[in-house]
């Protein structure tokens, strides 16, 4: 085989798969004589566009990819395609390359992608004979060799016209491929766009669920916290319960209590009422006492004068025990007026008492009423006045 530089590109692809129509091979010898130069031309037909990585290889007969290549050379490219010149092209295949044998080849064109879309009709690297120099025919053999190239000639034009049709119909696919290959173009350029806002969804995804784990541990956080804190708070209802329970029950003892402080109140101002009128009662016998003791005194004076001594003394004598007996009445008056008086003034200390610790009550009420936010009515206390 012939050693280059690069092997030329090739594929797997199956023989069935070829597109022989797109590149025609010209003036394609029977056989080649060994020890020369081959010179392999070739036309592309109207829609075919060579690349730069497109070579023509040399294949026997029976090839089945193009791996199978004996030698290759690459293809020049043209320089204006439009140039009706430049649809005709040769390469030059050196004789050292050339196989040895006298098996049948053929040439392939093959393009970047290993596909072939050319090959010639079979040749035969041998020497010159006397068969193929001399030919002697008789007139019979002429007149069927020119009704066979007659059929030759016939069959050639409905491969031409068959070739003008596989053309078109390549030149159809080929504008069909290449829209394809634009519409395949814009949806991998859509493909990447949707890829790329793919990504930064997900990125953005990836962030906010981030945060929101964030954020649910914090929230589990406060959450214990404030679990905390409710039994916390329970645990203190709980006591402010049983205190204010407490209160309530004060409360109403002290209301109890201020209840019987009022009627045992009634009560004293009833004993003080009597007492007062006692007192009164008592001040008038003193004013009588005092009286009956001016008239006692008024009689002895007029006794005093000396009439009848014995008369005088008996009058005396019963003046004088008179007197003491009203002296001893108006001492048991002042002693019981004392007495009263004394009682009085521990029935006034007792009211006074007695209106500190119902003021003391009222207040206790009220303090404990203004936590729990509830109004309360005074309590109605009787007030005495000495």
């Known amino acids: ?32 004589i060994p020890g020369g130069d081959v010179t392999c031309r070739y036309t592309f037909t109207q829609h075919f566009i060579p690349r730069q990585k497109d070579w023509i290889g040399i294949f026997r007969v029976g090839w089945k990819t193009v791996r199978e290549y004996y030698t ?8 204006d395609l439009n140039n009706k010149s430049a649809k005709q092209q040769e390469v030059q295949f050196k004789a050292y390359y050339l196989p040895k044998d006298d098996e049948y080849y053929q040439f392939c064109y093959v393009d970047q992608d290993g596909v072939v879309r050319g090959a010639s009709i079979p040749f035969q690297f041998r020497p010159e004979n006397e068969e193929d120099i001399l030919v002697v025919t008789t007139q019979g053999e002429v007149e069927e060799i020119e009704q066979h190239n007659k059929e030759l000639c016939k069959e050639n034009q409905v491969l031409k016209d068959s070739c003008v049709s596989l053309q078109k119909q390549n030149s159809d696919i080929q504008a069909e491929l290449q829209k394809k290959q634009e519409e395949l173009e814009t949806l991998q350029s859509i493909n990447k766009k949707l890829e790329l806002k793919v990504k930064e969804q997900k990125d953005y995804w990836e962030t906010e669920l981030l945060q929101l784990k964030e954020q649910n541990q914090k929230m589990s956080t406060e959450n214990e916290k404030m679990g905390i804190r409710v039994d916390q708070l329970q645990a203190q ?43 009164k009662k008592l001040e008038q016998t003193v004013e009588e006492m005092k009286q009956n003791e001016t008239t006692a005194m008024k009689k002895q004076q007029e006794l005093m004068e000396p009439r009848n001594k014995k008369a005088a003394l008996t009058v005396e004598e019963q ?6 007996r009203l002296k001893a009445k108006v001492e048991a008056g002042r002693a019981c007026f004392l007495e009263k008086y004394k009682e009085c003034q521990r029935l006034h200390k007792q009211i006074r008492q007695l209106r500190a610790a119902a003021l003391e009550v009222k207040q206790d009420q009220k303090s404990q009423q203004e936590p729990m936010g509830m109004g309360s009515k005074e309590p109605a206390v009787s007030t005495v006045t000495g």
């Open 319 to 324: 003046l004088a025990r008179e007197v003491e």
């Open 237 to 279: 209802l709980s006591t402010q319960e049983k205190e204010m329970e407490k209160l309530v029950q004060g409360d109403q003892d002290k209301t109890e209590q201020l209840e019987h402080l009022k009627k045992e109140n009634g009560h004293l101002f009833l004993s003080l009422t009597e007492q007062r009128k006692d007192q």
């Open 1 to 32: 085989m012939e050693k280059t530089i690069e092997d030329p590109p090739t594929s797997a692809v199956l023989l069935d798969h070829c597109h022989f129509s797109q590149v025609i091979f010209n003036s394609v010898e029977k056989f080649y």
């Open 72 to 79: 290759f050379m690459w293809v020049t490219l043209p320089i």
